[in-house]
């Protein structure tokens, strides 16, 4: 999982071949017992490898919204926001990735970040 914000999979078929090393894993920590995968999961105290990728992703935003690493945001992100009244510098409102000139783009870093990031309340995104 190390550096997963760069290599992270988008098609199906990798996350499933990902997905299923962790699924023979959990087997054998378990002993090989008849649980099914998600009850395995639950014993041993892990996450689906798609959940811990998005978790990544979301510790690298939050570092890189509070200035925690030394990158411009402007050149990634682009933020929106309609009612920017009332709101104080600190508060995030929905962003959209910023232009660039290829269309694989839509599976990298930034682009799973906005769509993620998104879906969120504006309660989660302004805490």
Same mark, same amino acid.
């Given at each position: 999982m190390y550096c997963s914000q760069l290599w992270s999979p988008y098609r199906k078929a990798d996350i499933l071949a990902l997905e299923s090393i962790q699924r023979q894993a959990t087997k054998?920590?378990?002993?090989? *017992?008849?649980d099914t995968y998600i009850e395995r999961l639950f014993n041993t105290n892990l996450l689906p490898l798609t959940f811990v990728? &998005?978790?990544?992703?979301?510790i690298l935003f939050y570092n890189l919204i509070h200035g925690r690493l030394d990158v411009n945001l402007d050149?990634?992100? %682009?933020?929106? *926001?309609?009612?920017?009244?009332?709101? !104080?510098? $600190? &508060? %995030?409102? $929905? %962003?959209?990735?910023? !232009?660039?000139?290829? &269309?694989?783009?839509? !599976?990298?870093?930034? !682009?799973?970040?906005? @769509?993620?990031? *998104?879906?969120?309340? &504006?309660? %989660? @995104?302004?805490?």
């Open positions: 054998y920590m378990v002993c090989y *017992n008849d990728r &998005e978790i990544q992703d979301l050149r990634y992100f %682009i933020t929106v *926001n309609e009612e920017r009244r009332g709101r !104080s510098n $600190n &508060e %995030i409102a $929905n %962003i959209i990735p910023g !232009s660039f000139r290829t &269309e694989h783009r839509t !599976s990298f870093y930034t !682009s799973r970040m906005v @769509k993620l990031w *998104n879906t969120f309340p &504006e309660n %989660i @995104k302004n805490t």
